[in-house]
């Protein structure tokens, strides 16, 4: 993907996301040492992050709705945090950026830009992808994937080099997304073993009238915590 693959005893990280939250933790551990070469966005229909890596078009659209709907987003508010450190830590130019976006869209200096590619790599699946990598995961291994992670999955494929162990996150549980993973499969996934009398198990709860006092003195009387008294 990019000159930091050279790095050895490094492993490549296929992030699906939408909010740019996942892929700049990884980003951030990395510059504390962690032994990661780069990292690849995977984006689902809604794919702003990859159009913006792969063509530097960060224009906002319509956001279209998906099988991965975690990561149904257009603008990632955690990509601000990116454009600030690739940008010397200027907020002011990340401000005048993100108002730009308000706009409908933004451009980056050349400079930044290839500060961003130098460690991010792109690319998007769509719902029949995505669909299919659910099915052929299951048909391959037996094992059942969420919408989010098939798109990482169908995104990191791409990407594959034999010298370089590619890692692609599992962002949530296929039993989070029961219809999906049924229409790709045809199989119904099973709740985790600690959660699968989940939906027989008694509810707990207290009734607080609409009050903000009522809501304060609730928290206050059941946390450890407690507030100092002016």
């Not at 709705?65 to 907020?91: A, C, H, K, W, Y």
């Not at 451009?107 to 029949?128: H, P, Q, V, Y």
């Not at 994937?145 to 599992?170: C, Y």
């Not at 009522?214 to 407690?226: D, K, L, M, N, P």
Request: hydrophobic fraction near 40%.
């Amino acid at each position: 993907v990019t000159a930091s693959r050279s790095l050895e005893g490094t492993s490549t990280f296929c992030v699906p996301t939408g909010n740019f939250g996942n892929v700049l933790a990884g980003w951030i551990a990395r510059r504390m040492g962690a032994p990661v070469a780069d990292f690849i966005v995977a984006s689902n229909s809604n794919d702003i992050l990859t159009r913006f890596i792969n063509d530097a078009d960060m224009s906002a659209r319509d956001v279209v709705p998906t099988l991965s709907p975690s990561m149904d987003i257009q603008v990632s508010s955690n990509f601000e945090r990116l454009l600030f450190e690739v940008l010397g830590r200027d907020g002011t130019a990340v401000c005048r950026l993100m108002d730009d976006l308000k706009s409908g869209s933004f451009s980056l200096d050349e400079t930044a830009l290839t500060a961003i590619r130098r460690d991010f790599a792109a690319g998007r699946a769509d719902e029949k992808e995505t669909a299919e990598t659910m099915r052929e995961i299951f048909e391959r291994t037996g094992r059942l994937v969420d919408p989010h992670t098939a798109v990482g999955l169908s995104v990191a494929r791409r990407f594959v080099e034999p010298e370089i162990p590619m890692i692609t996150l599992a962002t949530a549980h296929p039993a989070k997304f029961p219809a999906a993973v049924r229409a790709a499969t045809g199989q119904d996934p099973a709740l985790p073993e600690n959660m699968g009398d989940l939906m027989t198990r008694p509810e707990a709860f207290t009734s607080i009238a609409n009050d903000q006092g009522a809501v304060e003195s609730f928290i206050a009387g059941h946390t450890r915590a407690q507030l100092e008294k002016a």
